[in-house]
């Protein structure tokens, strides 16, 4: 018997993508029907044509998402694979909610539209549809990076599976764990959040598990702990790589068991609740150093989901930034607006405290100058205010001789070397060139300062012996102890 091959529905009405990604999907051998409405796709749908659905999101006719839940009704077995530019996390969320195989935001890598689409062939889906409360006001971005979490975050919303979110201060890892407990199942219950760095290391499992009543000096009342308060919901571990190690054994035995006992209390209690973890530190490494549980670690570590610093996704930083000027305004602050100007002075910094200091930087703004624009020049006035203040003043190491901080002198000079080029692009391998040009006369003048005693130079470079001796020889720096 002669095995048909998979037909593959591609509906968009941009002509050039449904040339394109048909093209790729004929090349595997399947056969393509093209639709460009939702009209069109309906009738297909209904006719009981197509193994594997790409569609748009915005047709001319109307959303394709909208239209999901009833073409689901009709083929229930259909996976659709969900196409779209607007690329924001609500899009990602309501395919799945809506019953999507799989989304994919525009621009979109072709190969990973094959790997999809092969996957969807061998594994009919089996999500359903649910009520989705639109919230845009929790993650914003539309780079690839947040595109990938976003996907992730989809696909596991659903689901009870512990994550754990990694990333940098500032980087919005409560956000994550909130839109996930938002839009599951757990959404109607609490969303509990424990800092772990801001509790006492004596008192981190009555705060966790809760305790009776006399269960040590100062306990007069029963109290029911973060566990209890997060029955039925979500309860956020953040700063987890704070937890001590007494604790991580009391954790990692509530993961493997399931239920948990207050302190000085007999019963076994039921612990019904998503623990979502979150670390600005590197776990692995802890692991190593013997400072986290390798065992507790696999158990958090189930879906990781590492959020990216926000230098890291510069194209970001506008949308961003007009998201938090309409926050405060309703703080009651000023309205304002950004020049072009403003958007790129933004996208020019480093931002060490990510998103939130880039909402601290704005409501400062709005708060401080008058005038309903804020200008680039405002944007690098107020930057270079706070960074020298952070910094200890205009006597700090971030400070030159000219008044100005050390990012800026180092801007100026990479300004100036890539006009040197007539393309503007110099030679590959910028990067170690740039590092080697600054560590070399930092660690030549600490050595100086410190009489070439290397002890001294590697804890005030805030470096480990052996690493500044391997620098040393990498950068061949002659150390010789100054004579009296």
Avoid at 61 to 70: H, K
Avoid at 155 to 183: C, F, I, P
Avoid at 235 to 243: A, K, Q, T, V, Y
Wanted: charged share 25%.
């Amino acid at each position: 018997m002669t095995r048909t091959k998979p037909t593959i529905i591609v509906a968009d009405d941009d002509l050039a993508i449904r040339v394109v990604v048909g093209e790729a999907l004929r090349q595997e051998g399947w056969m393509v029907i093209e639709a460009d409405d939702l009209p069109e796709l309906h009738r297909l749908v209904e006719r009981g044509q197509g193994d594997v659905v790409i569609s748009d999101v915005m047709m001319p006719s109307g959303s394709g998402l909208d239209a999901l839940p009833g073409l689901l009704e009709k083929r229930p077995d259909l996976p659709f694979v969900i196409m779209s530019a607007q690329n924001t996390l609500s899009t990602a969320m309501a395919a799945t909610n809506n019953g999507a195989f799989d989304y994919l935001p525009k621009p979109f890598d072709i190969d990973e539209l094959i790997s999809i689409v092969k996957k969807a062939l061998k594994e009919k889906s089996t999500l359903v549809g649910g009520d989705y409360e639109r919230d845009e006001n929790i993650l914003i971005g539309r780079s690839p990076a947040m595109q990938e979490i976003y996907r992730t975050m989809a696909r596991v919303v659903k689901t009870d599976l512990t994550v754990m979110v990694t990333g940098e201060s500032g980087t919005g890892k409560e956000l994550v764990a909130r839109a996930l407990h938002a839009h599951g199942p757990r959404a109607n219950n609490p969303f509990v959040p424990v800092n772990m760095a801001a509790i006492p290391r004596e008192l981190i499992e009555s705060e966790l598990f809760g305790h009776e009543r006399g269960a040590f000096t100062g306990a007069e009342t029963r109290t029911l702990g973060r566990f209890g308060q997060a029955k039925g919901g979500t309860l956020f571990l953040d700063e987890i790589g704070d937890m001590p190690l007494e604790a991580q054994t009391r954790l990692l035995r509530v993961l493997q068991e399931g239920e948990y006992r207050t302190v000085g209390g007999q019963k076994s209690i039921k612990a019904d609740v998503r623990i979502i973890a979150a670390t600005n530190r590197s776990l692995q490494a802890m692991v190593r150093s013997g400072d986290f549980r390798e065992d507790l670690f696999f158990r958090l570590n189930v879906v990781p989901i590492s959020l990216p610093a926000l230098r890291e996704r510069p194209g970001d930083i506008p949308d961003l930034a007009e998201h938090f000027l309409r926050k405060a305004v309703d703080k009651g602050l000023p309205q304002k607006r950004l020049t072009d100007g403003a958007k790129k002075a933004l996208q020019s910094f480093d931002w060490p405290g990510n998103v939130r200091e880039l909402e601290n930087l704005l409501q400062r703004i709005c708060a401080l100058y008058p005038g309903k624009e804020i200008s680039g020049s405002v944007i690098k006035a107020e930057f270079d205010r706070s960074t020298s203040e952070m910094a200890g003043g205009p006597m700090s190491i971030m400070a030159d001789v000219s008044g100005g901080n050390l990012g800026q002198t180092i801007r100026l000079h990479l300004d100036q070397y890539f006009d040197y080029h007539e393309d503007g692009l110099p030679p590959a391998g910028l990067y170690q060139r740039i590092l080697r040009e600054v560590e070399r006369p930092l660690i030549q003048k600490v050595l100086q300062v410190t009489n070439g005693n290397q002890v001294k130079a590697a804890e005030l470079l805030g470096l480990n012996r052996n690493t500044l001796r391997k620098k040393i020889r990498e950068l061949d720096i002659s150390v010789h102890a100054r004579t009296p």
